[in-house]
Structures are given as structure tokens and as C-alpha cells.
């Protein structure tokens, strides 16, 4: 089978253009990333959920750049095929335009990434300029934005309101403006999601964002059935992996307190004529 292509920002844009939706997914190892390119998936996204889906965090607050480059050189690994995006974790980009051209950078440098990913609108479009100018690409990210969620009240949908779909739509024209090649909306109506994506050019993807994005991001742990502390209502679950896992898991712990494993079969056996000298061995090293 031939090689997958790795599609480009250019071959994205198009894909807009023409109606054509993609699909990504978070992924954090590298047997993930395997499946997700066998899969076909479009884009991979290493975010900074894996404190919670990978590390037990509470939130993805405590995500460290070292944390996030590892697991994005693990995937890269993994899918040396598919369009890999970094996530910037929390101060990594916050403290200045320098902080977050350097941070950017190592992804690319450490972990071989296409793009970077950070959250907030209009008041990050220095860090996001700063960072094109460097030669990277950038995606942008609004609406439920993990990170700041203190200020959002909690893990809340967001442009509910006419005043906070306005903010939603200027921070989305904000980012365009700024040169990000794409942007993702979280936790946000359908016909904002909808409105932003008709109206910017670059291609507009969803979390939780209603169908009328140019695509669709789910967070894998979510959608095998892997992550069990909460399910977002946006999510649709294809396989129950927890349930498959913990009944292999008591299974295999039942046969080893029965004693049926391992089996014969599962045992390795001296070489052939090696038998006598083992019973010479036992001899004398028995009691």
C-alpha cells in the first residue's frame, strides 16, 4: 500500500473551498498515532488534555512544554504521514511575544510538528503574529478555552449570548486578520460556529461547534471510551476501550489465581538434548 500523503495549509484551504470536511483527533503515544494514520485521519492535534487523559490532572493547567514535547515526538513517530499539531501549554506563550516564538519553535525543532495551536482572540493576536513572522504555522482557538476556564466560570459553553457571539466573531476576524492558517471553535452554538466559518476564509474547525465547521476534532480518549471522569455533551462514543480493557484485565486475573495461565502453549522448553545436563543441574544445586 502506498504511503499516505500529508496534506498541507494549502490543500486544507482548498478542501474549504470545495465543501470537503476533515476529521482529526487528539492523540498522545504512539500506538494511537499508528491507528490514526491507518484510519486516514486528516489532521492530529497533541493537546494539552493529555494532563487529564494521559497524567490524571484535573485540568490541563499543570501541562508542562516537556511533558508536551515528548508526547508530540511520540506521535510524530507515530504518524510521520499525517499533519501533527503541537498545543501550547499554559504559560508557555502568555508572558511575552519572545516567550512564545521560542516555545513555538521547540515544537517544531524537538518534535518535527506542522503547526502550533494556542488558545484566546484578540488578546494573544501579538503572540500569533510573532510567530508567523517566525515562520511557523498557527491555529487559533476560541470559545471554551481550557486554560482560562477560571475566568469563563468552569468548563462552560461559550457565544450563548448576542454579546458574547459578538466577542466570539471579533476574536475570530481578529485571528484571520492576524495571519493564523486555521482556527478552532469549542463548546460554541451551531449557527455562531456556523456564521464564523461562512464568514472567515480560512478553514474554521469544531468541538463541540455544531456540524456547519469545515470539520470536526474529537478528543480520542473521549470517543473510544477510554476517558471515564466525565463525557462532554458534544461527544459520541464508537467503542467502550474501559470496558473491553478492565474485562480483559479480570479475566486474566482470575486464570492466574486458578492457575489456567499460563498453558502449556504459552511456555517456553529446554533445547533438544539439553534435558539430561538440566537434571545434573538440579542435582546439584537441590535440596
Known amino acids: 500500500m502506498d504511503a499516505k500523503k500529508k496534506l498541507s495549509i494549502h490543500e486544507l484551504a482548498k478542501m474549504k473551498r470545495e465543501g470537503r470536511k476533515i ?3 487528539t492523540a498522545y503515544d504512539y500506538p494511537t498515532a499508528r491507528f490514526a494514520e491507518e484510519a486516514g485521519l486528516d489532521l492530529l492535534l497533541v ?3 493529555l494532563g487529564m487523559c494521559v497524567y490524571g490532572y484535573e485540568g490541563t493547567v499543570p501541562v508542562t512544554m516537556e511533558q508536551c514535547i515528548v508526547h508530540c515526538q511520540a506521535v510524530r513517530r ?12 499554559f504559560m508557555s506563550y502568555q ?6 516564538v521560542a516555545n513555538a519553535g521547540r515544537f517544531l525543532k524537538e518534535a518535527m510538528v506542522d503547526a502550533i495551536k494556542l488558545e484566546g482572540g484578540r488578546r494573544v493576536i501579538s503572540r500569533i503574529r510573532a510567530i508567523l513572522d517566525a515562520g511557523m504555522v498557527v491555529c487559533g482557538h476560541i470559545g471554551l478555552t481550557p486554560q482560562s476556564s477560571g475566568q469563563l466560570g468552569g468548563h462552560k459553553a461559550q457565544g450563548r449570548t448576542t454579546e458574547s457571539a459578538r466577542a466570539l466573531i471579533e476574536d475570530a476576524l481578529a485571528i484571520e486578520e492576524a495571519g493564523a492558517q486555521f482556527l478552532l471553535l469549542e463548546a460554541v452554538p451551531p449557527e455562531v460556529a456556523g456564521f464564523i466559518a461562512r464568514r472567515l476564509s480560512i478553514p474554521v474547525y ?47 486475573t482470575a486464570d492466574v489465581r486458578k492457575g489456567a495461565f499460563p498453558a502449556e502453549e504459552h511456555c517456553y522448553h529446554m533445547l533438544e538434548g539439553e534435558e539430561a545436563g538440566f537434571r545434573e543441574l538440579e542435582r546439584k544445586y537441590g535440596k
Open 23 to 25: 476529521a482529526w483527533l
Open 206 to 252: 469544531g468541538i463541540g461547534a455544531g456540524p456547519e465547521c469545515d470539520g470536526q476534532l474529537l478528543i480520542v480518549s473521549d470517543l473510544i471510551g477510554q476517558f471515564q471522569a466525565f463525557t462532554p455533551k458534544f461527544v459520541k462514543k464508537y467503542a467502550d476501550v474501559a470496558g473491553v480493557v478492565t474485562a480483559a484485565m479480570k479475566a486474566y
Open 47 to 49: 493537546g494539552d488534555s
Open 95 to 100: 508572558q511575552s511575544d519572545q516567550d512564545a
Open 78 to 89: 507515530g504518524a510521520p504521514n499525517t499533519f501533527v499539531i503541537g498545543d501550547m501549554p
